[in-house]
């Protein structure tokens, strides 16, 4: 099939990128034959602008690093003011596989709100201990940190935020659990990736996903109002 014919008009593939010059490329060049593609470059100090202002992209520019969790919500910003139905993220370090977006687009098209990337091997035991913690409260939740996740535009609106809490993307997750929307998840193949994570080593990371997990099932138990 010519990649042309399986790019959908309707997807926007928001990529949060941030000293990420090494590998984004090669990232846009694996997602592109299947949406539009929106790179939110964070403030980067490395030539990851340069990079990709050669690529056939969207680009957002932060003048300072602001975060994954704002980054994101940009990118998803300008895909609901630009009319796109579907929005995918993915993260710009290549670890996570990009074939999966036709099937996380294809969840997305039978009416699912959200659809969630399932990584086989967790890069922390911590995001596998928060896996098992909402496993027990909806099936479809193994892997809320991942970074490849689909969404209906109609998500976004209905909340009109992606994640205000700095809760590392699993905000808006929250919430669609809390008030029952249509989950899917997705197994996702994972590849180590080159380097140290953004998100940090060590206590400081850890601290932050504990923070994470407590506000989270904050607003999974909360009451709707």
Aim: proline share 2%; net charge positive.
């Amino acid at each position: 099939m010519h990649q042309n014919d399986m790019k959908n008009s309707s997807l926007a593939i928001v990529i949060p990128a941030y000293n990420e010059n090494e590998t984004i490329l090669d990232v846009i060049s694996n997602v592109q034959e299947f949406g539009s593609v929106v790179v939110v470059n964070d403030g980067s100090s490395d030539s990851t602008l340069k990079t990709i202002q050669s690529a056939s992209v969207s680009i957002i520019s932060h003048v300072r690093n602001m975060g994954y969790e704002d980054s994101i919500n940009s990118g998803m910003n300008f895909a609901i003011n630009k009319k796109y139905k579907y929005i995918i993220t993915i993260d710009a370090d290549g670890e996570l596989d990009p074939t999966s977006i036709p099937k996380f687009l294809e969840q997305l098209q039978l009416g699912f709100d959200v659809v969630l990337g399932c990584r086989q091997k967790k890069n922390r035991s911590i995001e596998s201990f928060f896996g098992v913690l909402t496993s027990f409260i909806s099936p479809s939740v193994n892997d809320p940190l991942c970074g490849m996740k689909g969404y209906s535009s109609t998500v976004y609106k209905k909340y009109g935020f992606f994640d205000s809490k700095k809760m590392i993307g699993t905000e808006l997750l929250a919430y669609a659990i809390r008030d029952n929307l249509h989950l899917s998840e997705l197994a996702i193949e994972t590849k180590k990736r080159e380097g140290v994570s953004r998100f940090g080593i060590g206590t400081k990371i850890h601290m932050k996903i504990f923070r994470t997990i407590f506000l989270f099932f904050l607003i999974v138990f909360s009451k709707k109002v």
